[in-house]
Nanobody
Framework: QVQLQESGPGLVKPSQTLSLTCTVS??????????WDWIRQFPGKGLEWIGY???????YIIPSLKSRASISRELSKNQFTLQLTSVTPEDTAMYYC????????????WGQGTQVTVSS
């Protein structure tokens, strides 16, 4: 059974850097043909895909966040991390990590999500 668990601060002040970690069990983040994604959901709105780190280690961030976001991984801990700099209240959202299966291009496992509020 694959499990993903997000962790990080629930409250961040404006202009600070948000760091969220997804710990994966039951699979390796280097398993072929998988992507490890970050997705967020704004209050009362739909999902926004942030980006991914592939099993190979390559990363992609959506253009609107490329200047502020990065995704990295720690293989020894089977974790991947999202860093978002210069946060504003508009970054307040529920943040999820998920596993993308390339064959079929679908998410098969999600974390439960972690609420992040940006407020002074």
């Amino acid at each position: 059974q694959v499990q993903l668990q997000e962790s990080g601060p629930g409250l961040v002040k404006p202009s600070q850097t948000l760091s969220l970690t997804c710990t994966v069990s039951g699979d390796s983040i280097t398993t072929n043909d998988t992507g490890w994604d970050w997705i967020r959901q704004f209050p009362g709105k739909g999902l926004e895909w942030i980006g991914y780190i592939a099993y190979s280690g390559s990363t992609y961030i959506i253009p609107s966040l490329k200047s502020r976001a990065s995704i990295s991984r720690e293989l020894s801990k089977n974790q991947f991390t999202l860093q978002l700099t210069s946060v504003t209240p508009e970054d307040t959202a529920m943040y999820y990590c998920a596993r993308l299966v390339y064959d079929g291009n679908y998410y098969d496992y999600w974390g439960q999500g972690t609420q992040v509020t940006v407020s002074s």
